[in-house]
């Protein structure tokens, strides 16, 4: 009898043996080359990234984000503190090593332990971070621990389907995208659709050694420019 059926017959997903809960990511930094990603502190990182996302005078990093934009330090510090104790989700500061200071956030949410599955989200990265290689080696970081640390069997990325730049980003890294859900969400008093992405554990040892090649010291030229782009490295194959 196949593995992929049951004894009367019937089609059956592929059998995962051994398999057991995953545990939660620890609350502990994650340390690369461009980047430390901490757990978020709001006493340690709130001022510092009030004041990074301040470069985005018009606010496009909130526009398809549930929070923001905030009217003063003192609600993004209170939102801080309500980030970082959340037992729901598990919030990161992103403190690139050639700032020595936090200038963005990106958390674990929808931690299924029991199915492997895990979402990286509620991703804000200030002008200061975005297009850098140290915002790259945070979701790389991120990544490494769900599959390498920790053995999960599904990493997922989810935006609102109007939100081109995260698509791009999405594909960028090496998710698949799997589909829209419609009327996923009011958010701000608009219909959200969402469009999903993931990766699998399966696809996770080619899409690693995509990362390290791109993050090699050798892919930068003197003036810090990419040779061989990350998109083309993890393009399928």
């Not at 340690?44 to 905030?70: E, F, I, V």
């Not at 989200?121 to 080696?137: K, V």
């Not at 701000?188 to 990766?199: E, L, M, P, Q, V």
Request: charged share 20%; net charge positive; glycine share 8%.
């Amino acid at each position: 009898m196949s593995d992929h059926v049951n004894s009367l017959g019937q089609p059956i997903g592929f059998p995962v043996a051994g398999w057991t809960p995953r545990p939660l990511p620890p609350r502990t930094a994650m340390v690369g080359r461009f980047c430390r990603v901490e757990p978020l502190d709001a006493a340690r990182h709130a001022a510092d990234l009030y004041a990074a996302n301040s470069k985005d005078r018009d606010g496009r990093m909130w526009t398809y984000l549930p929070q923001g934009p905030y009217a003063d330090f003192a609600s993004y510090r209170a939102a801080s503190e309500a980030a970082a104790a959340s037992e729901a989700r598990i919030a990161h500061a992103i403190v690139p090593a050639d700032r020595g200071r936090s200038l963005g956030v990106a958390s674990y949410l929808n931690i299924n332990r029991s199915a492997g599955s895990i979402e990286v989200g509620s991703i804000a990265y200030s002008p200061a971070l975005q297009r850098t290689p140290a915002a790259t080696e945070a979701m790389y970081l991120m990544m490494r621990r769900a599959f390498d640390e920790l053995g999960y069997r599904r990493y997922e990325w989810k935006c609102n389907a109007l939100n081109a730049p995260s698509r791009a980003a999405a594909q960028r890294l090496g998710f698949t995208y799997e589909g829209l859900f419609r009327q996923a969400d009011v958010v701000k008093g608009h219909n959200r659709d969402t469009a999903w992405f993931s990766i699998t554990d399966g696809e996770w040892p080619r899409l690693k050694a995509a990362f390290e090649r791109w993050l090699a010291p050798g892919n930068f030229d003197a003036d810090g420019r990419q040779r061989a782009s990350l998109s083309a490295l993890t393009a399928p194959p």
